[in-house]
């Protein structure tokens, strides 16, 4: 029978676990990239680009969204292969350390900071989340019955978290990487069979109960204006991986850390196809989770609880519980870690330049003062998601990076594709006028465009607009 002691007992088993592994791999392993076989890194890659927020909101988006994000997935694959081919190279070629420095290069310091500034709003903004859906979930598993309120669940996260990127290296972040991969799948396979098992049904059949309540659809081909249309979430599945691992830095570091560009890029296109296979299952998952709430007459649960509310059902066995914890717990745990580490470290060499004007003694002391405040920041964001967040958490996610990787995107599109000059002076304004002219735009979309309404292509009209303005602030 689930206690909410079990749900505590399982996060401090997969706590000493990740740690044990970590450290035998570190052993192993030790921090050189070509020590670690290439299936490894593989697997590192597609842990890392599965958190927290799609373990628990992707199968509640079923019901709103049938299984349309598999037309994104399609996006992902291509956008992967785009990196792989294009990125990758660039920052080959330019032997960069921050990927913002290329922005420095091509356009001035400006540029820079301005590149710099806006990865940070987005990590802070989708590391707090990510880090709010999974306190969601452990507070409603154990947390509230062991009288822990939501801001310590949070910061001994944070802390756990933190604590464990920085006791290992390179090598342990990649072998506990592999750790959360199997966690993540076996959670996955797991509970579906428990839930088809209650039912007594199979899959098939459970696809059939599905395909009646309109939860298998996955083409939205004949109203453009509906914002899951096949072409919209194709190119904002494209984009939209291209602007949030392309141009991320945390993300990007694991990739380069591979022993050689040509390994980098079919580590790369490989975690894809893995990647795809996952979150098709976590759909899957979504609607058999759904059909059990039908039979059973059930309504009215918010999206992001529904992989909690399943597992903890009377009747349930135990064991569902601890398989979400662990999977919610894994899906976390590196990341919220990585984004921690990677905003400080971002927001004292980007913005305050302290590698140019302290030592090694007074970058560290200024550093661990960065990160304390980054941290709270972060707790802080959390009841601001828990007050007024509602719907599916992917869908915020998704709709963030939209407006805060659009400049981004725009910005090294340009630098790229074009040989134009940029008056770097130019580029700051430039990039905070092209979100907010799509804000308006969205907002007004109906009453302008004709019922048009706006998805995550958001993105793309977000870029164009960047690279519109950074033409006429350009000259040959």
């Known amino acids: 029978m689930f206690t909410p002691l079990i749900s505590l007992a399982a996060v401090a088993a997969y706590v000493v676990l990740l740690f044990v592994v970590a450290r035998l791999g570190a052993n192993r392993g030790g921090n050189t990239p070509s020590k670690h076989p290439r299936w490894l890194i593989t697997a590192a890659m597609v842990s890392a680009s599965i958190t927290g927020i799609t373990f628990?909101?992707?199968?509640?988006?079923?019901?709103?969204?049938?299984?349309?994000?598999?037309?994104?997935?399609?996006?992902?694959v291509i956008a992967y292969v785009v990196i792989a081919y294009w990125l990758i190279p660039l920052y080959y070629r330019h032997n960069?350390?921050?990927?913002?420095?290329?922005?420095?290069?091509?356009?001035?310091?400006r540029s820079h900071k301005t590149g710099a500034w806006f990865f940070l709003i987005s990590k802070v903004l989708s590391a707090a989340l990510r880090l709010f859906v999974v306190s969601l979930v452990l507070q409603q598993l154990m947390c509230d019955a062991l009288g822990i309120p939501l801001w310590l669940t949070a910061s001994l996260f944070i802390a756990i978290a933190w604590y464990y990127t920085h006791r290992g290296g390179l090598s342990s972040v990649i072998w506990g990487d592999l750790v959360k991969t199997l966690c993540m799948a076996a959670c996955v396979a797991l509970s579906m069979l428990f839930v088809l098992r209650s039912l007594d049904i199979s899959f098939v059949e459970a696809l059939r109960r599905?395909?009646?309540?309109?939860?298998?659809?996955?083409?939205?081909?004949?109203?453009?204006?509906?914002?899951?249309?096949?072409?919209?979430?194709?190119?904002?599945?494209?984009?939209?991986?291209?602007?949030?691992?392309?141009?991320?830095?945390?993300?990007?570091?694991?990739?380069?850390?591979?022993?050689?560009?040509?390994?980098?890029?079919?580590?790369?296109?490989?975690?894809?196809?893995?990647?795809?296979?996952?979150?098709?299952?976590?759909?899957?998952?979504?609607?058999?989770?759904?059909i059990y709430l039908d039979a059973n007459a059930i309504?009215?649960?918010?999206?992001?609880?529904?992989?909690?509310?399943?597992?903890?059902?009377?009747?349930?066995?135990?064991?569902?519980?601890?398989?979400?914890?662990?999977?919610?717990?894994?899906?976390?745990?590196?990341?919220?870690?990585?984004?921690?580490?990677?905003?400080?470290?971002?927001?004292?060499?980007?913005?305050?330049?302290?590698?140019?004007?302290?030592?090694?003694?007074?970058?560290?002391?200024?550093?661990?003062?960065?990160?304390?405040?980054?941290?709270?920041?972060?707790?802080?964001?959390?009841?601001?998601?828990?007050?007024?967040?509602?719907?599916?958490?992917?869908?915020?996610f998704y709709a963030m990076s939209s407006y805060t990787f659009g400049p981004l995107l725009g910005m090294f599109a340009?630098?790229?594709?074009?040989?134009?000059?940029?008056?770097?002076?130019?580029?700051?304004?430039?990039?905070?006028?092209?979100?907010?002219?799509?804000?308006?735009?969205?907002?007004?979309?109906?009453?302008?465009?004709?019922?048009?309404?706006?998805?995550?292509?958001?993105?793309?009209?977000?870029?164009?607009?960047?690279?519109?303005g950074l033409f006429l602030a350009s000259k040959r």
Not at 330 to 348: D, H, K, N, P, Q
């Open 299 to 396: 309504s009215d649960i918010r999206p992001d609880n529904l992989f909690a509310f399943v597992s903890t059902r009377e009747g349930m066995p135990a064991v569902l519980s601890v398989l979400l914890v662990l999977g919610v717990v894994s899906a976390t745990f590196s990341s919220v870690g990585g984004s921690l580490t990677a905003l400080a470290i971002s927001f004292s060499v980007d913005i305050l330049g302290a590698r140019q004007h302290l030592d090694d003694k007074g970058f560290t002391k200024l550093y661990r003062v960065v990160l304390l405040g980054m941290a709270m920041v972060m707790v802080a964001l959390v009841f601001a998601f828990d007050r007024w967040g509602s719907g599916s958490s992917i869908n915020i």
């Open 414 to 468: 340009f630098g790229a594709l074009t040989q134009r000059k940029v008056r770097d002076g130019w580029v700051p304004a430039v990039a905070l006028l092209s979100p907010a002219i799509c804000l308006l735009l969205d907002h007004f979309s109906e009453q302008l465009f004709g019922g048009y309404q706006f998805g995550f292509e958001i993105l793309l009209l977000n870029a164009g607009l960047t690279m519109l």
């Open 96 to 109: 960069v350390t921050s990927l913002y420095e290329y922005l420095e290069r091509r356009f001035g310091i």
């Open 210 to 290: 599905g395909s009646e309540q309109g939860l298998t659809r996955i083409l939205f081909l004949d109203d453009i204006n509906h914002p899951r249309h096949f072409l919209k979430l194709l190119l904002s599945g494209i984009f939209l991986v291209v602007a949030t691992t392309g141009l991320d830095q945390d993300l990007m570091q694991r990739v380069l850390s591979s022993d050689s560009l040509r390994s980098a890029q079919r580590n790369m296109v490989l975690s894809s196809l893995f990647q795809t296979v996952l979150l098709a299952l976590l759909l899957l998952l979504g609607v058999v989770f759904y």
């Open 56 to 76: 628990i909101s992707l199968p509640g988006s079923v019901a709103t969204d049938a299984l349309s994000y598999l037309q994104m997935c399609l996006g992902f």
